[in-house]
């Protein structure tokens, strides 16, 4: 019992570095745009698709206006339906996508989220187009990766449940 107890306290201490884990040059681009951007508005419980617009961007590492078609971006919205990483969980992925009824919208991949304190970071790939800071973006969770990631995350707290009561 003493050895799990151990084992869990250590892994509580890699889940709250997790929360953290962005990239040191995008974090001091984020920390300097934190006091201009305010919270993330999070709505992640309600939906999974929704209109936003973009409050901020990093491209390799600096704060900037505009990213193009094959830059590495973190995106900071107004709003969000994605989940952070957080608690040994993964971030969620997805899309934003700028005007469907244009061929050459913008077209953002989002592969995972992080959050510093109460501003959301989508990082991804610029698909297609460019996107710049005040751009609406409709912003798409993947459905079906956050059912597994849920499923997942819950399977994860049943069996330590069960292994606190057999343990």
């Avoid at 509580?12 to 995008?26: F, H, M, P, W």
Wanted: one cysteine or more.
């Amino acid at each position: 019992v003493k050895g799990f107890d151990n084992a869990m306290a250590e892994q509580r201490q890699r889940a709250k570095g997790a929360n953290s884990n962005i990239d040191l040059t995008v974090q001091n681009s984020i920390d300097q745009l934190g006091s201009e951007l305010g919270e993330t508005n999070f709505l992640g419980y309600e939906v999974l698709e929704h209109s936003s617009y973009v409050k901020g961007l990093v491209v390799n590492g600096k704060s900037t206006n505009r990213g193009i078609s094959n830059d590495k971006v973190q995106v900071v919205l107004d709003s969000t339906s994605f989940y952070a990483e957080g608690g040994g969980q993964i971030g969620d992925c997805g899309m934003l996508v700028g005007d469907e009824s244009d061929a050459d919208a913008f077209l953002v991949e989002i592969n995972t989220v992080m959050r510093n304190r109460n501003i959301f970071v989508h990082e991804g790939l610029i698909k297609r187009g460019s996107l710049q800071v005040g751009d609406v973006v409709h912003a798409r969770v993947d459905g079906v990766s956050r059912r597994r990631v849920q499923a997942n995350h819950t399977a994860t707290h049943l069996l330590q449940s069960a292994l606190k009561q057999v343990v």
